[in-house]
């Protein structure tokens, strides 16, 4: 069982760079998201979808832009990367419901993505 | 002020001890609540889900304090394994995010 997974595990990219982040997950969630983590800042929110075809803006969505084409995927796009999205990004899933074990958020492992 | 607030501490104890974190949230509306656990360069990894009633997991409590919008969580006879960040993490009604702390680190001496 994979639950989510990302790849690249690591990517160095030059300024202006455009490059494609994939998470997938096989527990058939339908809510997915992107977050970006740096030193002194936690976990922030790019965007999210809530279903295949759909998608939304999180707190951080500038120079992102993501697509949910089928439900187990959500990709996340750098159109013209810059240093300040050196960063590492988290993918996530969740089922919604109140019940007991509901809704709690599994990552990805992690992509470590460097812009120079 | 921030959705979510915590002490970045960091907390250093020593082996056996117990140990208490808070995280205050604005939100009122929030509806569910978390403490996730982050080991340097992994990913986050759910440690519990907090309930309205409080739960516990073996050395692990979880408190929710609704009135004064905070959660908390104890970690009794604390192990040099414990040494992590603490993430707290809330949903707000209404919406599909989740929000999350800063993360309070821990590290548990020998």
């Known amino acids: 069982n994979a639950g989510v997974t990302q790849t690249p595990k690591f990517r160095v990219l030059k300024t202006g760079q455009s490059m494609t982040l994939l998470c997938a997950q096989d527990?058939?969630?339908?809510?997915m998201y992107w977050y970006r983590q740096d030193p002194g800042m936690g976990l922030r929110l790019i965007h999210y979808?809530?279903?295949?075809?759909?998608?939304a803006k999180g707190e951080v969505p500038d120079g992102y832009n993501v697509s949910r084409l089928k439900k187990q995927n959500f990709l996340l796009g750098l159109e013209s990367a810059a240093p300040s999205q050196t960063s590492v990004y988290f993918c996530?899933?969740?089922?919604?419901?109140?019940?007991?074990?509901?809704?709690?958020?599994?990552f990805g492992a992690g992509s470590r993505l460097t812009v120079l | 002020r921030k959705e979510v607030e915590q002490d970045p501490g960091p907390f250093n104890v020593p082996e056996g001890a117990t140990v208490a974190f808070n995280c205050t949230y604005s939100n009122s509306a929030s509806q569910s609540f978390f403490w996730y656990r982050q080991d340097c360069r992994k990913e986050p990894k759910l440690l519990m889900s907090?309930?309205?009633s409080g739960n516990e997991d073996g050395r692990f409590t979880a408190q929710l304090n609704r009135a004064s919008q905070y959660i908390s969580l104890l970690i009794r006879d604390s192990k040099l394994s414990d040494s992590a960040t603490y993430l707290c993490v809330v949903t707000p009604r209404g919406t599909y995010k989740y929000i999350f702390g800063t993360g309070t680190r821990l590290k548990v001496l020998a």
């Open positions: 907090v309930y309205s």
């Open positions: 527990m058939n969630h339908e809510y």
């Open positions: 979808s809530v279903g295949e075809g759909t998608t």
């Open positions: 996530a899933s969740a089922n919604p419901g109140s019940s007991i074990g509901a809704n709690v958020l599994t």
